[in-house]
T-cell receptor, first 114, second 114 residues
């Protein structure tokens, strides 16, 4: 089975711009979660989608949004980029049907905001 | 709210020596506990997890962790490490109502020296 695929791997944007990151989950997985990883804050949960519905949301400003499509693929959008948004953004998929389901992570998209 | 503390940010150790990476979590009625490993420029991979049952859980590559409810700990151990174990290790916790929302510790960088 193919793993979780995130595109693009690297992205450089300017302050004030917006960006869209893409995530293709493992086939059959209906849950997709997004995390931000930075050296200072570590791994922080952004949001989780299950069957096209946002099921859970972390403590991030409204500039961060996401969506999930009927084929379970997910996109994350960040508007009005700030320097502090520079981070590795990780997507993870799981079957999502049971508590404690294993998250399978992609290799991430490294976003640099200049 | 749940929180996770990884007591050591860096652990240097010689090859074939034993290692323990410490993890403590804030108390909750019931929790699910995980250890993930991250190699450079990659996403996270599940090492092992505790959901219920036996308090000692093992991974396929020789790591083990013990769930200690009274001490709210889930320390990771390996009796003999290899160079290839060099990576960053993350402890994570979730309760039953937070599918996809893992609370991660800040990580421990394990450096295995020859």
């Amino acid at each position: 089975k193919a793993g979780v695929t995130q595109t693009p791997r690297y992205l450089i944007k300017t302050r004030g711009q917006q960006v869209t990151l893409s995530c293709s989950p493992i086939s059959g997985h209906r849950s997709v979660s997004w995390y931000q990883q930075t050296p200072g804050q570590g791994l922080q949960f952004l949001f989780e989608y299950f069957s096209e519905t946002q099921r859970n949301k972390g403590n991030f400003p409204g500039r961060f949004s996401g969506r999930q499509f009927s084929n379970s693929r997910s996109e994350m959008n960040v508007s009005t980029l700030e320097l502090g948004d520079s981070a590795l953004y990780l997507c993870a998929s799981s079957l999502g049907a049971t508590d404690g389901a294993t998250l399978h992570f992609g290799n991430g998209t490294r976003l640099t905001v200049t | 709210a749940q929180s996770v503390t990884q007591l050591d940010s860096q652990v240097p150790v010689f090859e074939e020596a034993p290692v323990e990476l410490r993890c403590n979590y804030s108390s909750s009625v019931s929790v699910y506990l995980f250890w993930y490993v991250q190699y450079p420029n990659q996403g996270l991979q599940l090492l092992l997890k505790y959901l219920s049952g036996s308090t000692l859980v093992e991974s396929i590559n020789g790591f083990e962790a013990e769930f200690n409810k009274s001490q709210t700990s889930f320390h990771l151990r390996k009796p003999s490490v290899h160079i290839s174990d060099t990576a960053e290790y993350f402890c994570a916790v979730t309760d039953g109502g937070s599918q996809g929302n893992l609370i991660f510790g800040k990580g421990t960088k394990l450096s295995v020296k020859p």
